[in-house]
Every structure is written in C-alpha cells, then in structure tokens.
C-alpha cells in the first residue's frame, strides 16, 4: 500500500491570511497522524507565506511519523535542514510570483550536486521533485539522490480523457525507469478525490504527497461541527 504525506500548508495559508495563531499547522498534523497519515509534508518558501520557521522547529519536535520538508535548493534552506534535521528534504524550484509550484526541478542548476551531497553527509533523506521524465529520472539517480518526486501537475490539469491518460502512462514509465534504477518514488501535485484513482494502480509510486485538496475537503467537512460548536457556546 502506497503510503500518505499529508502537505498542511494550507492550513498555514489560512492563519497567515490575518496574521494571527489559527489554525495551527502543529495541531492539523497531530490530528492527520492521528487519523492515519503516514508522512507531514511542509514547505519552507523564501517569502515564508504559509510555513514559517517556528513551524519547522515544532513541527520536528512533535511529528511523529516522518518530516518532509519541501525547499528550494539554496544555500539558506540547506543551512536550515541542517539545523532541524527533517527526516527528508525534497528539494522543489521556487519562484516568488508563482502561486504553487509550476513543474519540476532544473537539474543543471548550479551546485545541485553538492547540495545533495551536503545534504546527505547530514544524514538527511533526498528527494528531487522532478517531471515525470524517463531521462530526467536517470539524470536525477546520477545526481546521487535517494528518491524523486514525480510531478503530476500535468496530468492533474489535463482536460481531455486522452490527455490524462497519456500523462498516466508518462507517470508509470518514468516511476519504473526510477524503481530500476533503486530510486524511492513518490509523487504529487493536484492529484484530488476525483483523479487519485488514475495513479493509484501504479505499483512503483511508494508515496503520495497531496495538501491542498485534502484542506479544502476539511473545511467543508469539519463546518457544520464548528457552526454547532459556536452556537453552543454563544448561547
């Protein structure tokens, strides 16, 4: 069975949105390991929008199952994963006017190697969150990370039946071109409740990261308790 990395982002995005201290993202991953999520999945961005520093820090003194700490492959956020020590970083290209992350990494970025090697000499799990590329996987293997993250954005945003299945089928080749080679294969991006269904006969993806829908699911789900909750306590 595939396992879960729950991304609370979101649940950041909304406390950020007034500044203030709810919801805590600290509180959503206890309530998400609680009810089965095999993974949190945070990302640290430059601009700090949503995950800020003090979440880190909690975060990898309360998480319980695994830490996975989404960040740009720079010299700050390195020096960061050194100091809290996630138990794996995967590392995302970032740009700061982009709402959400809009495809895979560059692997001829300068100094990718080192990082990864830096970051693995700290003892610390990497993954390469790349396109769904059968060359991009053996550049990502080469490169000496231990897993990649296959973008599914492609195949999220596809609105044509053919199209989300070609997208499938670029998945499934680049996941076993990735599993031959003995990467761990994760994947994530957009996948929802009304497509997950596509990915999830693929045998060689070993891990699903999925934030944003299951947030805006919870809102939903979780309003009517929190209506009631208030109308108790104002009466």
């Known amino acids: 069975m595939a396992k879960l990395g729950v991304n609370i982002d979101h649940v950041a995005t909304i406390r950020q949105a007034r500044k203030t201290v709810e919801p805590d993202p600290v ?4 309530i998400a390991e609680k009810n089965g999520a095999d993974q949190i999945t945070i990302h640290l961005r430059e601009d700090r929008r949503h995950i800020l520093d003090r979440d880190l820090r909690i975060l990898r003194e309360t ?5 996975n ?9 390195v020096a960061i994963a050194k100091a809290v020590h996630p138990d794996s970083v995967t590392l995302v290209p970032e740009k700061r006017e982009e ?8 692997l001829e970025l300068k100094g990718l190697k080192d990082k990864i090697e830096e970051l693995k000499k700290a003892g610390i799990f990497v993954s ?7 060359e991009i996987v053996r550049n990502a293997h080469k490169l000496g990370a231990d897993a990649v993250e296959l973008h599914t954005g492609y195949f999220a945003n596809s609105k044509a039946e053919e199209d989300m ?5 670029r998945i499934r080749d680049a996941a076993r071109v990735g599993k031959k080679t003995g990467l761990y294969i994760a994947a994530g991006h957009g996948i929802t409740y009304y497509n997950a269904h ?3 006969p693929i045998k060689e993806i ?22 009631r909750e208030m109308k108790r306590l104002i009466s």
Do not use: C, W
């Open 69 to 77: 700490l989404e960040m740009a492959p720079t010299q700050e956020m």
């Open 27 to 30: 509180e959503a991953a206890f």
């Open 99 to 106: 709402v959400t992350t809009e495809g895979g990494l560059n």
């Open 63 to 67: 998480v319980q199952t695994r830490l």
């Open 165 to 169: 299945r070609n997208e499938v089928e």
């Open 206 to 227: 070993e891990e699903y990261n999925i934030g944003h829908t299951i947030i805006a699911r919870a809102v939903l789900l979780g309003l009517g308790e929190a209506i």
């Open 198 to 200: 596509y990915l999830a």
């Open 128 to 134: 390469l969150f790349i396109d769904p590329d059968n």
